[in-house]
């Protein structure tokens, strides 16, 4: 009898394993198991544990033993804790609240505006509006200071509103919360424009048209029936901005820095340089607390019985709404909008390249000694000269440029694989966890997401992964792993089985039913999934500051190194390299092969 | 009552017309099908009716309003044109239970709560949904949501009913007993309907009168039985009918005062019904298949080509020369493959089509 079962396990198993989407799919729960959980333990331990420096002094016990030190530290009120976490906490959410509100308007009212009325010169407006999207969170930041620092404020540098038009803003305006609302929800408002968007695009137009034959006027068509429908992809929408802002670094590191205005991710990095790691790991454990706290609400309510179904149908022809006389206002405020937050930055980076005394726009102040001058005394700061002379630039962009294709190859392959396996084992319960794992590290706030694999790297067994090249493009390749798939899982959704199955019956082996059968059908959107994360892994600096130690190394962390030390102009012309390359890369990428950001930020939301 | 009127409508986008010129009166109580292939503009004339489209150019009265007047500048909102509109898919709302589904358009017209709340158990009365009040749209089957959809519709009592394809996403059985259901509203309402569709058959056992367009042009609009026996065009001709007429290529001549023709490798006499005029040459003949007849005195030889018997009624294709003829006989009768018969083609509906397809004659065929 028992030898039949097992031979009966043994039969089972070895039908399970010559399926290549099954084997592929236990594989990548066994990497994703190894990826998340292993690294999120040794983040634990490191919060209960004594480490070198200033901790051991503090507490006199041996490095290495355990203590709850930190925990009570960061948590019982105290001027500490009060400074440390209790306001950075506060700051991160008001700064996730704020911005996603104001994102989600800003960018809903101009989706609305594209998908639903009759709106003139659409097609530049939406390509502008598009920009504070590519471009790096933290080049709005530095933008912001640009354009309003003033010599009533801190530092003192004159800013351009001052230049030219002698405006001294107060400093809340400068610094602090204000501006990091503002600039992140400049910078997600393209984002909840794609997503919302989207739905308004997918969402059948005859739900309104038949609204509006039941003589409902047009407020109560959008109140009652438009609303309630985008809902919860508004909401999924309002969440991942929130829980983008709440775990931001850079923009409140620009903007904030000056006035003493942390949130929990800056306060976190902060710690980790002052050398508190264990209180710096709670953080970054709370923020990722945060952020399955924020997933578990998304789930609970997107899943409700009335939840948005489309129903079979064509979505007819759209009638846009006429927006008669207002149509060339709202078209030309719009288009001014934009530029503002688009066109003008790349300017004022520009100049502020060409300034030998920063903040001076005149022109006797031009100069091009910081992008091929050749031995700047007072500017140097360790470079031979101008950024395009000698080595370290162009290094650190070899660098940049490696490590986004590394991290892309890394993503879109593994993001391929997980869509096939995962597509063609649909329903079944593997096949959920590991869609829903590969989804993670999304909802790990980036710079957590870095913390965790700094101590992963910290420990003995990994330690030949710290400050290595490779520890970089796995913690790029993961954290944008969760785009990747979801587009591939999207596509491959659209390729009926029965297409790979008449290839299973000619006995065409499984890597070239994928390679010659379902990538070219869906060539587009894959291509989608490897170009959002060469864009990400580009404007980066959440996640790479923390890891990489030489600042030397990377142009992103150059970058960060000048701004700290005030070399704005190499700063700005760093920036202005960074966006340039990142709008040609999704130009070319969408003239070539019609897959663009847009395209890849979109499939996030079908599900 | 309504009366709808289009004069000369035409709707463009750019260089291409969706409909053109086209001219029509709908009559009050009528109960019109649009019907033609995808994309001759079916959808979009009825859309236009209701104002979901902006024709090009033209007028729409409905009753004694102008609803739509390009040249002076008119153009009512659906919500002031009194029609109610049944899409395609429902477009029922999917976040509102089925009875704030049906509730939405009196709530938008103002009504007191209880008078709503009698209108809209009024309708699930007739529609037969009564227990289903509560569920959401996504929980009840498509033959459940097109009730609801009817009975939204009708809640706020539309003089007019139009319906684009309503019945495409139900499964046979269900559409059959729709109908039944569609034609027994019509007649209960006394209202106007408009009614889209491709399906044929749909167009003939439903309405009053077919409109049957084709590339945005109407290529007859007349009721089901004169289009099905006195088609304007071979086109018509052709849409109409399943199994569809029978077409061979003939040619005619006149001597004296009879029409000889050739047709199928055979000599006949044409009789026409009408005096004609001027009918020389090549033509197309066409007759229905319950003309064929198959009869043991018949004169034309023919084999069995194959045989699909329904069970009411039988088409057998027959091979007469080159050409395959198909023939229906009421009742199951079973025919050996190429097993020889006799057949003649019976009565006086036979159309003579010109080389363009225009309709010159219709008549009699007696085979020599």
């Not at chain 1, 509103?161 to 600039?183: A, D, E, R, T």
Request: net charge positive.
């Amino acid at each position: 009898m028992k030898a039949i079962n097992l031979e009966k396990i043994k039969n089972r198993i070895k039908t399970y394993f010559s399926n290549p989407a099954n084997c592929m799919l236990v594989f990548f729960f066994c990497v994703f198991l190894g990826l998340s959980i292993y690294p999120i333990t040794a983040m634990i331990k490191e919060m209960f544990v004594v480490h070198a420096g200033i901790e051991k002094t503090l507490i006199t016990a041996k490095k290495g033993s355990f203590t709850l030190y930190h925990v009570q530290k960061l948590f019982i009120p105290s001027e500490w804790s009060v400074t440390s976490f209790y306001i950075p906490f506060k700051n991160s959410f008001l700064l996730g609240l704020f911005g996603a509100i104001l994102a989600i308007i800003f960018g809903g009212v101009t989706a609305w505006l594209m998908t639903r009325s009759n709106l003139v010169h659409k097609k530049i407006i939406g390509t502008l509006f598009m920009f504070p999207y590519l471009m790096p969170a933290w080049t709005l930041a530095q933008f912001w200071i640009y354009l309003f620092q003033n010599s009533n404020v801190m530092s003192g540098n004159k800013g351009i509103m001052q230049s030219l038009f002698g405006i001294c803003m107060p400093q809340w305006f400068v610094y602090g919360l204000f501006p990091c609302v503002i600039v992140n929800s400049l910078h997600f408002a393209p984002f909840a424009y794609i997503l919302i968007g989207g739905i308004l695009q997918n969402m059948d137009a005859t739900l309104e048209e038949s609204a509006q034959i039941l003589k409902a006027n047009r407020l109560r068509i959008v109140r009652k029936v438009t609303l309630p429908i985008v809902m919860p992809a508004l909401l999924s929408t309002f969440l991942l901005v929130f829980s983008s802002g709440f775990a931001s670094y850079a923009v409140p590191v620009f903007l904030g820095g000056a006035v003493r205005f942390y949130t929990l991710a800056s306060k976190m990095k902060a710690m980790i340089n002052a050398g508190y790691m264990g209180q710096a790991y709670i953080i970054a454990a709370v923020m990722i607390l945060c952020g399955i706290i924020i997933l578990m609400i998304n789930q609970k309510y997107t899943n409700k019985r009335r939840s948005f179904t489309t129903v079979t149908g064509k979505s007819g022809q759209v009638s846009l709404v006429n927006l008669k006389k207002a149509n060339r206002p709202i078209s030309i405020a719009m288009i001014i909008l934009t530029v503002c937050f688009s066109v003008v930055p790349l300017i004022v980076f520009a100049l502020q390249t060409i300034q030998r005394v920063p903040g001076d726009y005149s022109v006797s102040n031009w100069t091009l000694d910081f992008w091929i001058g050749k031995d700047l005394d007072a500017y140097k700061m360790g470079m031979v000269g101008g950024i395009l002379v000698g080595q370290d630039f162009l290094m650190a962009l070899l660098r940049l440029v490696l490590l986004s294709l590394a991290c892309s190859a890394f993503a879109g392959t593994a993001g391929l694989f997980i869509g096939y396996s995962v597509v063609r084992n649909r329903r079944t319960r593997l096949s959920k966890m590991v869609e829903a794992m590969s989804f993670f590290p999304y909802l790990i706030p980036t710079i957590a997401f870095a913390a965790i694999y700094l101590a992963l790297a910290s420990t003995k067994t990994f330690s030949f992964l710290y400050n290595s090249f490779a520890l970089l493009v796995l913690v790029g390749g993961v954290k944008y792993l969760p785009f990747a798939s979801r587009g591939c899982i999207n596509s491959m959704l659209q390729v009926s089985s029965e297409i790979e199955e008449a290839a299973i019956l000619m006995n065409v082996p499984w890597y070239k039913r994928i390679f010659r059968i379902l990538v070219p059908i869906q060539k587009t959107s894959i291509f989608s999934g490897y170009l959002l994360p060469i864009v990400s892994a580009m404007r980066e600096v959440d996640l790479f500051a923390l890891i990489v130690a030489n600042s030397r190394y990377m142009l992103t962390t150059m970058l960060l190194a000048f701004n700290q030390t005030g070399y704005d102009q190499y700063a700005s012309a760093i920036t202005l390299l960074i966006i340039v390359i990142v709008l040609v890369i999704n130009q070319v990428s969408s003239k070539l092969t019609g897959a663009s950001i847009s395209q890849s930020v979109g499939s996030y939301n079908k599900q | 009552m309504p009366r709808i009127e289009l004069i000369n409508i035409t709707k463009r986008w750019g260089d291409f017309f969706g409909v053109k010129n086209l001219n029509m009166v709908i009559e009050d109580r009528d109960f019109v099908s649009l019907l033609g292939p995808s994309g001759c503009g079916k959808t979009t004339t009825l859309r236009m009716i209701a104002g979901l489209e902006t024709p090009t150019e033209g007028i729409i009265k409905i009753g004694d309003k102008v609803v739509f007047d390009s040249e002076k500048g008119v153009n009512l909102s659906p919500d002031k044109r009194d029609v109610g509109f049944i899409f395609q898919n429902y477009a029922l709302w999917p976040h509102m239970t089925v009875y704030e589904n049906i509730a939405f358009g009196l709530e938008s017209m103002k009504w007191d709560k209880k008078e709503i709340d009698k209108r809209v158990k009024e309708m699930l009365a007739l529609m037969k949904i009564e227990e289903f009040e509560k569920r959401y749209p996504s929980e009840i089957s498509g033959g459940q949501q097109q009730r609801v959809a009817i009975a939204r519709t009708l809640a706020i009592k539309p003089q007019v009913l139009l319906m684009d394809e309503p019945l495409s996403n139900l499964d046979a059985k269900l559409r059959l007993e729709m109908r039944t259901e569609l034609k027994r509203l019509h007649a209960d309402t006394d209202s106007t309907f408009v009614y889209v569709t491709h399906d044929q058959l749909e167009a003939m056992t439903l309405s009053t009168k077919i409109c049957l367009m084709k590339e945005g042009t109407i290529q007859q609009y007349a009721p089901p039985l004169k289009v099905y026996n006195e088609p304007n065009n071979l086109y018509v001709a052709d849409f109409v009918g399943n199994p569809s007429m029978n077409f061979v290529n003939g040619r005619i001549e006149k001597s004296g005062d009879k029409y000889e023709v050739s047709l199928l490798g055979y000599k006949a006499e044409f009789v026409p019904n009408e005096e004609v005029q001027g009918i020389d040459g090549d033509v197309t003949v066409g007759f229905r298949p319950e003309f064929m007849k198959i009869a043991e005195d018949g004169k034309i030889s023919a084999t069995v080509y194959s045989t699909l018997p329904s069970g009411l009624e039988t088409t057998i294709k027959l091979k007469i020369g080159e050409e395959i003829i198909s023939s229906v006989v009421f009742g199951a009768s079973d025919y050996v493959t190429d097993e020889e018969l006799r057949c003649n083609i019976a009565g006086s509906n036979v159309c003579v089509f010109d080389k363009d397809g225009q309709k010159v004659a219709m008549g009699q065929l007696i085979i020599r």
